[in-house]
């Protein structure tokens, strides 16, 4: 079965990182079984041609080397299949933000410079401005209907559709814009370290012992209350990990996605652990002060996170969805078997982007401050 979809900064910024975020969280990151679909894409001598999601076949002379993205999370995993951002010339304002006030920064500070007046908040591609970007592909999505993809294809520009929540669509992207930049073997070495960290995770959920605790993860916290229901990335990760999502679960909430709750309903779940997500600018003490909370084991036993945000969110899938699956297993099952995870996102960082991240990156990534007056958080503290 393949798994489903989906130093500190100033505070100021750090959570301008999560305002430009705000736009994704409502999609419904739908889980997928089965065998893996492999993208249709070939590369040789005489060009490169793929197949995009929405079954349109797309051929280039030579790999790309001006690529615009609109869809939020494309950016990001673009810079990582290229191990660079000097082939990325657009990308969507959320993106950007998140790039710019993040740790993409600090990696690749050309990033920052890169044009991102390509798209509205609707995806509406800004035709003009991502034709003076002379781009030899735009990334954009392939099912929000065909009124953002035709005025790209209108103009003469090629357009790479692209779905997105599961964890098969992200090794399809990553496939993909592999191919087009003429890297194919950096997906296979991506998709199967990604295949061999999930292995991993499921062999230490294997050998965890006691009772499964309730996780519920938060899409929205601060102005009203989303939560990941089923068929969710979230709710994927939850239970890879060995613990029980009560929004999926027999009195879980109606319908997949991210579904909109009450306080009344979360205090009846009763959640050993909560999960603050990167898509609302909510922190652990927003739910330990708020006297409302006070009766929820998670907040009697403190034991509310919120989730890291590195090269891109962990919330949803990405490249560095590995380094959550870790994160969480531990979160959920505190112990220092295995290597600490500080090593782990090191040796990711320096794959993915070529970057050996400080000690003070790590605390900015895993939100140490933040998280640091959270139980057991002191496993992912510096040695």
């Given at each position: 079965m393949s798994p489903?979809?989906?130093g500190e900064l100033p505070a100021i910024s750090r959570r301008s990182v999560l305002r430009g975020a705000a736009l994704l969280g409502g999609l419904g990151l739908l889980s997928a079984c089965g065998s893996r679909a492999e993208p249709a894409a070939t590369t040789a001598a005489g060009g490169i041609t793929v197949q995009d999601q929405r079954g349109t076949t797309l051929t280039f002379d030579r790999p790309v080397t001006r690529i615009v993205t609109l869809p939020m999370p494309a950016a990001s995993l673009?810079?990582?299949?290229?191990a660079s951002a000097d082939h990325l010339v657009g990308m969507n304002e959320a993106s950007f933000t998140a790039i710019r006030d993040g740790i993409m920064a600090t990696m690749f500070p050309r990033a920052t410079g890169i044009a991102h007046d390509v798209a509205g908040q609707d995806f509406t591609p800004n035709v003009e401005s991502i034709l003076a970007l002379r781009p030899d592909v735009v990334v954009q999505w392939a099912d929000e209907g065909t009124g953002i993809i035709a005025?790209?294809?209108?103009?003469?520009?090629?357009v790479l559709g692209v779905t997105y929540g599961t964890q098969d669509d992200l090794d399809t992207w990553t496939t993909l814009f592999a191919t087009i930049l003429g890297k194919p073997d950096r997906a296979k070495e991506m998709i199967s370290r990604s295949d061999a960290a999930l292995r991993e995770v499921k062999a230490r959920t294997a050998k965890v012992a006691g009772a499964a605790p309730k996780v519920l993860y938060f899409n929205r916290f601060s102005a009203g209350l989303k939560v990941a229901g089923p068929r969710t990335y979230n709710d994927f990760y939850i239970r890879l990990v060995g613990a029980e999502n009560p929004a999926s679960g027999p009195t879980g909430v109606r319908g997949p996605g991210m579904v909109g709750v009450d306080v009344e309903q979360v205090l009846g779940w009763d959640p050993d652990i909560v999960l603050l997500g990167n898509f609302d600018e909510a922190m652990p003490d927003d739910v330990y002060g708020d006297a409302v909370w006070g009766p929820v084991s998670a907040v009697r036993s403190r034991r509310v996170y919120k989730v890291p945000l590195g090269g891109y969110r962990w919330d949803p899938p990405g490249q560095e969805s590995p380094l959550m699956w870790r994160w969480l297993s531990r979160i959920v099952f505190p112990g220092d078997d295995g290597r600490p995870l500080r090593d782990d996102v090191r040796d990711a960082y320096g794959f993915l982007y070529g970057y050996r991240p400080t000690?003070?990156?790590?605390?900015?990534i895993l939100w140490s401050e933040v998280n640091g007056g959270s139980a057991g958080y002191g496993q992912f503290d510096a040695r």
């Open positions: 489903p979809a989906f673009a810079i990582a299949v290229d005025p790209l294809e209108n103009a003469g520009l090629k000690d003070a990156d790590l605390g900015r």
